[in-house]
């Protein structure tokens, strides 16, 4: 089992920035890819951004060139960097955890931390 603890979120003017934080509850280094996700009042739970273990970034074309994804293998912390911020961007962000070639196999979510953005 994985835990993974979300922190950072909160309220925001638009054009402002934030940092969230996702803490594991083991090494990153042996979970293949931990990403963000979001999800808006009444749509769906949409990638925003993920890295692997290899350190390649992917990220939800609506935040290419403000939002960054990042990593500190020695605090097991993914870190997401919000800048630019739109109200469009306001969500619950969830970290997730993918472990395909490690043990246990499985995917994991954190609790979810929540952003706003005002206009």
């Known amino acids: 089992q994985v835990q993974l603890v979300e922190s950072g979120g909160g309220l925001v003017q638009a054009g402002g920035s934030l940092r969230l934080s996702c803490a594991a509850s083991r090494s990153i280094t042996s979970i293949d890819t931990m990403g963000w996700y979001r999800q808006a009042p009444g749509k769906q739970r949409e990638l925003v951004a993920h890295?692997?273990?290899?350190?390649?970034?992917n990220y939800a074309d609506s935040v290419k060139g403000r939002f960054t994804i990042s990593r500190d293998n020695a605090k097991n912390t993914v870190y997401l960097q919000m800048n630019s911020l739109k109200p469009e961007d306001t969500a619950d962000y969830y970290c997730?955890?993918?472990?395909?070639?490690?043990?246990?196999?499985?995917?994991?979510w954190g609790q979810g931390t929540q952003v706003t953005v005002s206009s």
């Open positions: 890295i692997t273990s290899g350190g390649s970034t």
């Open positions: 997730n955890a993918l472990i395909y070639s490690f043990y246990p196999v499985g995917r994991y």
